[in-house]
């Protein structure tokens, strides 16, 4: 499948994994919008959060975002968890993922 996040799984296009197990990589933005810019991405491919209903997926998503968090010392300063869901979601790689973002004041605007 033509698919960004699948190959960056499948290693045929390099990135920084800050975490990996059986079902989730969390690697550095490439275009990083704040301090620290991380994407869970769970390894099965799902194109978007409305096409996922495998719950053990969608907490695992929380789970390790929060785990890295909490890795990289910032679970007491702060975070924001943020999944773009289709167009008007601001969506731009069909793979299911999570953002996570900290680093500098998220406080304002969210939208
Ligand atoms: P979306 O807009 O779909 O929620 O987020 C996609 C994110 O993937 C963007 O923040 C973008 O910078 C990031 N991204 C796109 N291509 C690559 C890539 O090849 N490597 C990495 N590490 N991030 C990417
Ligand atoms: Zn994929």
Known sequence: MDCIFCKIIDGEI???KLYEDEGFVVIKDI???APVHL??????????LVDCNDS???GGLVDVAKRVATEEG?????F???VNTNEEGGQTV????????????????MG
């Open 31 to 33: 275009n990083p919008q």
């Open 94 to 109: 069909f793979h299911l993922h999570m953002h996570l973002l900290a680093g500098r004041s998220l406080s304002g605007r």
């Open 80 to 82: 924001r968890l943020v």
């Open 39 to 48: 994407l869970i991405i769970p390894k099965r491919h799902y194109s978007t």
């Open 56 to 58: 053990e997926i969608l």
């Open 74 to 78: 910032l679970s007491d300063r702060g």
């Open 14 to 16: 390099p990135s920084t």
